[in-house]
């Protein structure tokens, strides 16, 4: 959408010029043929012993004749419009600048104050079940107390170490959500926040692994949903951690975003290997570099609509200068 803006623009701009030639031009022309169908007294010549003696208009320096024709009352009514319109090129190009680093400075932002347990908050002043989930919450440490759903799921084909395995989930029941519950006011029940215990290389090794059956309280990065795959097969085995596709297996309401386990009280993550903290698309020392492309396309813009005018205004100029003299009116006449 933002490119195709950009190019109606410029093809704006391109309109506007053409028009403002095409009158310049044809001024041009309505002058030469006045200056060939009569004479100026002011620079006729006077006839001594024969000779002609004429006086041609001087031509005023470049500079000084595409200042003259700059500001002409049409061209400095384009020079506002072009004015207005490289003002907003370098404002959206601003704001595009500054966006391509937006996430990096979250993302090192996340790593200095949420990436332990001391920074974590609790998920009801986080996230409420079944808002849509934030990119900028990725990596947020957060806190929850609950009881696992009896069933769990595991994700096959995730890689850890260079080893691919299966992810172990549990449905974490939600009981104090730090905020007394307000976070699911007017929903149908107390929540379900999908959690990722840890990895196992083996699907045998992940059925292992038995979270508590009482209640617990966890410590979780928080990390977006994906896109729903297929349905478990009898092994509870699933190949996406999608909210919809959970909701249909624990039941609602659900959050839709899941946590990956960092701690717990009691052990959740017996004899499973601790999944990495989630990071934020572009990593903690990289810019996005769509959008600092987009800046500079919004400059070039910019830039091309004040050189633009500027041509204008030269090709005026110089149309201009080309108008017949007294000199070439006599010269033709006597051909």
Not at 51 to 62: F, Y
Not at 90 to 113: K, M, P, V, Y
Not at 196 to 207: F, R
Not at 304 to 318: H, K, P, T
Request: charged share 15%.
């Amino acid at each position: 959408m933002r490119r195709g803006n950009a190019l109606g623009l410029t093809g704006s701009l391109a309109q506007i010029a053409s028009v403002v030639r095409h009158v310049s031009r044809a001024a041009v022309r309505k002058n030469g043929r006045r200056a060939r169908g009569a004479v100026d007294p002011a620079n006729s010549g006077a006839t001594v012993g024969g000779v002609i003696e004429s006086r041609t208009a001087a031509q005023p320096p470049d500079r000084l004749r595409f200042v003259r024709t700059a500001g002409q009352p049409r061209l400095l009514a384009l020079l506002l419009v072009v004015v207005l319109i490289a003002a907003a090129c370098f404002a959206l190009g601003r704001w595009q600048f500054h966006r391509a680093f937006e996430r990096s400075q979250l993302a090192q932002h996340l790593a200095d104050t949420g990436g332990d347990v001391a920074g974590a908050r609790a998920i009801g002043d986080t996230l409420a079940p079944q808002q849509k989930f934030p990119g900028d919450l990725v990596g947020t440490t957060v806190t929850a107390t609950g009881t696992f759903e009896p069933r769990r799921f595991y994700v096959e084909g995730r890689a850890v170490g260079g080893k691919v395995g299966y992810v172990v989930m549990a449905g974490l029941r939600i009981s104090d959500d730090g905020v007394g519950g307000a976070s699911w006011a007017g929903l149908s029940g107390q929540p379900v926040l999908p959690v990722a215990l840890g990895w196992a290389a083996t699907l045998a090794e992940a059925t292992a692994a038995q979270p508590p059956t009482g209640p617990v309280s966890v410590v979780a990065y928080l990390q977006g949903g994906e896109q729903a795959g297929q349905a478990p097969n009898a092994d509870g085995v699933i190949d996406s951690i999608s909210s919809t596709l959970l909701l249909g297996q624990w039941g609602g309401p659900i959050y839709s975003a899941y946590g990956v386990l960092l701690d717990s009280t009691p052990a959740a993550a017996v004899g499973l290997t601790p999944l990495p903290r989630p990071q934020l698309d572009g990593g903690e020392d990289q810019a996005n570099m769509r959008n600092l492309f987009y800046a500079i396309e919004w400059w070039v813009f910019g830039g091309f609509a004040v050189a633009l005018w500027i041509r204008v205004v030269r090709d005026e100029s110089r149309a201009g200068s080309a108008a017949p003299t007294l000199d070439d009116v006599i010269a033709r006449g006597a051909a």
